[in-house]
T-cell receptor, first 116, second 114 residues
């Protein structure tokens, strides 16, 4: 099956700094990528949808200025958590899809962000 | 309001025994339905999906799920679990007209005992 990677797998940063997380589709072109956030013992919550070459669409309640998403190519999307605070600590997961209405989403392994 | 409910947070099952994970959804229309499995250090893996047609869906790793429209349910089953099936399982729904925007249930943690 298709492979999606995320880098880094874990990151620890100080409060106030910015952190960039990369999501790559390794063997297919991802027209659309999705970013999710997962709190401990909870489900995944969709944060935003990004289409290659377009601005991301954010879900209600997600601060677009805090969570900057860039989808510059068909194989790479990045999520930048700006001015991170401890409450931003979470597990961030991306997924990628080739783009048709019934295409499967392929998920990355996730990035554990800890903000001190 | 739209919702996905997995009533069982945690299930313990003996190796070789059968497993059933429940999923109920509340949606405006019949959505696309999915089951994913999440293992530590790995991305969510799609077990199976239902878009239309036969309401009994076969997936990977010996799993199957049955869509019951009257009950708004999409329960996952496996006749005989293996120790490697220990993981977190998520039911998800997605609107047919806005694909990809998946809404996940809270997940069910499956523990397999010898």
């Amino acid at each position: 099956g298709a492979v999606v990677s995320q880098h880094p797998s874990r990151v620890i940063c100080k409060s106030g700094t910015s952190v960039k997380i990369e999501c790559r589709s390794l063997d297919f072109q991802a027209t659309t990528m999705f970013w999710y956030r997962q709190f401990p013992k909870q489900s995944l919550m969709l944060m935003a949808t990004s289409n290659e070459g377009s601005k991301a669409t954010y879900e209600q309640g997600v601060e677009k200025d805090k969570f900057l998403i860039n989808h510059a190519s068909l194989t790479l999307s990045t999520l930048t958590v700006t001015s991170a605070h401890p409450e931003d600590s979470s597990f961030y997961i991306c997924s990628a899809s080739g783009g048709t209405s019934t295409d499967t989403q392929y998920f990355g392994p996730g990035t554990r962000l800890t903000v001190l | 309001a739209q919702s996905v409910t997995q009533p069982d947070i945690h299930i313990t099952v003996s190796e070789g025994a059968s497993l059933e994970l429940r999923c109920n959804y509340s949606y405006g229309a019949t959505p696309y339905l999915f089951w994913y499995v999440q293992s530590p250090g790995q991305g969510l893996q799609l077990l199976l999906k239902y878009f239309s047609g036969d309401t009994l869906v076969q997936g990977i790793k010996g799993f199957e799920a049955e869509f019951k429209r009257s009950q708004s349910s999409f329960n996952l089953r496996k006749p005989s679990v293996h120790w490697s099936d220990a993981a977190e399982y998520f039911c998800a729904v997605g609107p047919t007209d806005s694909w990809g925007k998946l809404q996940f249930g809270a997940g069910t943690q499956v523990v397999v005992t010898p």
